[in-house]
């Protein structure tokens, strides 16, 4: 029975998670659930899977949900705060951590599941956004297991030869180990989000519901805007690009709008191994979780005589700035891919609530990438301290736009 630990249960990946492990209880046994503030869906997941820990990043959240706790007579301890969330990632008693808190707050705890040697499934594609250089050499230090969540780095793990999957789960890989597999190219797909057909000139009009409303994932808020402005395909390359160590030249985003094919690797003898499946994170989820071995879960298979025209092309750079704008930070480095993500997350927010248009978004993100001092961010007190210091130059950029 593998004891596993759920950074961000009552999110998207959260519920996916325990989807997988409620059709497999013989496997999987909850350790801790974590949330930031949402009490009612703790709650019932406290009842439901009897965590021995439940802790929640808001105090008064914690308290609340304590308190609902004991009246229902639960047996889960309540925890809260930043400490204990890193503190419940790297419990002894844990053998799986999913990593799936959204944003640069799931880099702490997410870092303390590498460091404590866990095996850490990992949604939280920020963390490695944010802090790339610093967690892959924590990764290869610790002795940590990492698996990649994310449906795109998923497949294409999926798809690399049984050596290559070793090298990548305890990060032994070096600049030249795809070539030396004989790999030319990872082809990252994206589908284009629901904007992929609107006329441009109607982008400053795009809502918060249109832009959460993705035509073939149901997912968390933040990463349904960064689909839409393929902010989040700029996020997965930079992700592939740790994972992987492979140079951005060696990526390709390609759109396909059905999300049928998860993504694909392209060998230098003209071979392309695509992993293809239905567009539902429990095939990725459940995967990882059994990794090396493979388990059931409801996600039905393809039906091939259904399905319609599978169809590719390229992003064009003025509809999607934001994912040219991650390949150019990727290409500059660590301290520009830290900045890119903490601004796209104040932009994003400040859309999400009102303030910012959908086509300002890359305009914010560009300006703070110009403003922002690049100097080379790579331990983690410096990664922090740009992080911080690049959400105060996003918050002034927007308040000037918006006065
Ligand atoms: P979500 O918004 O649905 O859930 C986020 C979870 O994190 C919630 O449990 C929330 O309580 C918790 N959380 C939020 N802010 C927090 C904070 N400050 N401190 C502690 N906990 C906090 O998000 P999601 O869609 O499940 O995405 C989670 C992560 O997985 C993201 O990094 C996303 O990019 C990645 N991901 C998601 C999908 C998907 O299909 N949803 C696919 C690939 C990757
Ligand atoms: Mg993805």
């Not at 021995?52 to 808001?58: F, I, K, L």
């Not at 968390?220 to 989040?232: L, R």
Request: proline share 4%.
């Amino acid at each position: 029975m593998r004891q596993l630990v759920i950074l961000g249960a009552t999110g998207s990946i959260g519920q996916s998670t325990l989807k997988v492990v409620a059709e497999h209880p013989e496997r999987f046994a909850v350790l801790a659930l974590t949330a930031q503030r949402s009490v009612t869906a703790m709650l019932q997941l406290c009842l439901r899977f009897k965590p021995r820990y439940a802790v929640m990043s808001e105090q008064a959240a914690a308290t609340q949900l304590q308190h609902q706790l004991q009246a229902a007579g639960s047996q889960t301890t309540v925890l809260a705060g930043t400490q204990a969330l890193c503190d419940i990632a790297a419990h002894p008693d844990a053998d799986v951590v999913m990593a799936a808190i959204v944003g640069a707050a799931g880099l702490l705890p997410t870092l303390a599941a590498v460091k404590a040697a866990k095996t850490v499934l990992l949604a939280n594609k920020e963390a490695l956004v944010m802090a790339g250089a610093f967690f892959m050499q924590q990764v290869k230090s610790s002795g940590a297991r990492l698996l990649p969540i994310d449906s795109e780095h998923n497949a294409i793990f999926q798809c690399l030869p049984a050596s290559l999957q070793q090298a990548v789960c305890t990060h032994q890989l070096h600049a030249g180990s795809l070539q030396q597999q004989s790999i030319s190219k990872l082809l990252l797909t994206a589908s284009g989000g629901p904007f992929l057909q609107t006329s441009l000139h109607e982008f400053p009009q795009i809502t918060p519901a249109q832009a959460v409303a993705h035509p073939n994932w149901t997912m968390g808020q933040k990463i349904s805007v960064d689909s839409a402005t393929m902010m989040n395909k700029g996020l997965e390359l930079i992700e592939a690009h740790w994972l992987f160590q492979c140079p951005v030249e060696q990526i390709e985003v390609v759109i396909h709008p059905q999300s049928v094919i998860h993504s694909m690797v392209q060998y230098q003898d003209g071979s392309v191994i695509a992993q293809l499946g239905q567009p539902d994170m429990c095939t990725p989820i459940a995967y990882a979780m059994a990794y090396p071995e493979r388990i059931s879960t409801q996600v039905p298979a393809l039906d091939f005589s259904k399905l319609a025209d599978l169809s590719f092309s390229s992003a064009e750079p003025a509809r999607f700035p934001n994912l040219y704008l991650a390949i150019e930070a990727c290409r500059q480095g660590q301290a520009a891919t830290t900045a890119l993500n903490a601004a796209n997350e104040v932009s994003v927010a400040a859309f999400l609530a009102g303030l910012l248009r959908f086509d300002q978004i890359a305009m914010v993100n560009a300006e703070v990438l110009e403003q922002c001092a690049m100097d080379k961010a790579i331990e983690l007190e410096a990664i922090l301290a740009l992080d911080q210091q690049t959400r105060l130059v996003a918050e002034k950029i927007i308040a000037r736009r918006s006065s």
